[in-house]
């Protein structure tokens, strides 16, 4: 949500996310504009998780023909088959994948023989660290990439869901249309105030 508040094309949003992406599933999304990209998928079975970076040691295209990382596929349960063929996901392009099934406690992934000394071989670090649930994380993240200043406060409202209303809006540096934002958090899923 808080990017649709700050970003109004779609297109250019680091963050994307659809409630309604089909009758029983939800799907976000992340994509820098460099190339690297990330997809989760959330339906009854759980929620499935696949990035690309398309700088990391990992990268299919590393290779010559371009091949995905042994073992970061190999391993995706059934349940998730749907995800792993799905087009948009363009899975041809992944350099990680985690999954958490329905029930589970962990997250869980492919037994992956990852390269040697390296902090961060796939971008998995670096790409989910913004997902940590922290306020302060996303302002400077805000700070950072769309080089804009965002009161501490505003992006704390958002994360503990306060409805969008035309007040929490205008504190907001940004010229949306309160109307065109509301049609952004009925896709997104978001509580808002007519």
Same mark, same amino acid.
């Given at each position: 949500?808080?990017?649709?508040?700050?970003?109004?094309?779609?297109?250019?949003?680091?963050?994307?996310?659809?409630?309604?992406?089909?009758?029983?599933?939800?799907?976000?999304?992340?994509?820098?504009?460099?190339?690297?990209?990330?997809?989760?998928?959330?339906?009854?079975?759980?929620?499935?998780?696949?990035?690309?970076?398309?700088?990391?040691?990992?990268?299919?295209?590393?290779?010559?023909?371009?091949?995905?990382?042994?073992?970061?596929?190999?391993?995706?349960?059934?349940?998730?088959?749907?995800?792993?063929?799905?087009?948009?996901?363009?899975?041809?392009?992944?350099?990680?994948? /985690?999954?958490?099934? $329905?029930?589970? +406690?962990?997250?869980?992934?492919?037994?992956?023989?990852? !390269?040697? =000394?390296? &902090? @961060?071989?796939?971008?998995?670090?670096?790409?989910?660290?913004?997902?940590?649930?922290?306020?302060?994380?996303?302002?400077?993240?805000?700070?950072?990439?769309?080089?804009?200043?965002?009161?501490?406060?505003?992006?704390?409202? /958002?994360?503990?869901? $306060?409805?969008? +209303?035309?007040?929490?809006?205008?504190?907001?540096?940004? !010229?949306? =249309?309160? &109307? @065109?934002?509301?049609?952004?958090?009925?896709?997104?899923?978001?509580?808002?105030?007519?």
């Amino acid at each position: 949500m808080l990017d649709a508040v700050i970003e109004e094309e779609w297109d250019y949003r680091y963050f994307s996310f659809n409630s309604k992406w089909s009758i029983d599933e939800q799907m976000g999304s992340m994509r820098n504009g460099s190339g690297d990209d990330l997809f989760v998928l959330f339906n009854s079975s759980g929620c499935f998780l696949r990035g690309f970076d398309h700088e990391s040691t990992m990268s299919p295209w590393n290779s010559i023909p371009p091949k995905i990382w042994h073992g970061v596929l190999d391993s995706v349960p059934q349940q998730f088959a749907d995800a792993v063929s799905e087009p948009a996901f363009h899975m041809e392009d992944t350099t990680f994948c /985690i999954w958490c099934r $329905e029930g589970d +406690s962990n997250w869980s992934h492919g037994q992956i023989d990852f !390269p040697k =000394n390296e &902090e @961060d071989p796939d971008g998995s670090l670096w790409m989910l660290s913004p997902l940590e649930g922290n306020p302060e994380t996303y302002q400077s993240f805000v700070k950072e990439y769309y080089e804009l200043d965002v009161d501490l406060g505003i992006v704390s409202s /958002i994360f503990s869901h $306060e409805p969008l +209303s035309k007040e929490l809006l205008m504190r907001f540096p940004t !010229p949306r =249309n309160y &109307e @065109d934002v509301i049609s952004d958090a009925e896709e997104i899923g978001y509580p808002f105030k007519r």
